[in-house]
Nanobody, 121 residues
């Protein structure tokens, strides 16, 4: 069974940094792409923050460009999100997402349970 486990969230002051990790286990299939999403308190929707393809190409939403960096370690089936210059508006539960190609060729999207990032003085 495929599992995504996030870690690294916490409480930091504005301007601080955190590094989130997401480890994928239980899959021997190809991980097509992965992403980090977030859901702010009181917000019903999640927004995609950053994505990375199997080839390592990354993309970011405008509000985090230059502050957040997504990377991956293929050997560990782990992706990371480095969060710098954090601001209160970055407060959210951050979720990891993985699109995995099945043996039949279709893709299945898996989600982690999330890790809370709180920015407060």
């Amino acid at each position: 069974q495929v599992q995504l486990v996030e870690s690294g969230g916490g409480l930091v002051q504005p301007g601080g940094s955190l590094r989130l990790s997401c480890a994928v286990s239980g899959s021997s299939s190809r991980i097509k792409a992965m992403g980090w999403w977030r859901q702010a308190p009181g917000n019903q929707q999640r927004e995609v923050v950053a994505t990375i393809t199997d080839g390592g190409r990354t993309s970011y939403i405008d509000s985090v460009k230059g502050r957040f960096t997504m990377s991956k370690d293929n050997a560990k089936n782990t992706v990371y999100l480095q969060l710098n210059s954090l601001q209160p508006e970055d407060t959210a539960v951050y979720y990891c997402q993985a699109d995995i190609t099945t043996d039949t060729g279709g893709d299945i999207r898996y989600w982690g349970k999330g890790t809370l990032v709180t920015i407060s003085a």
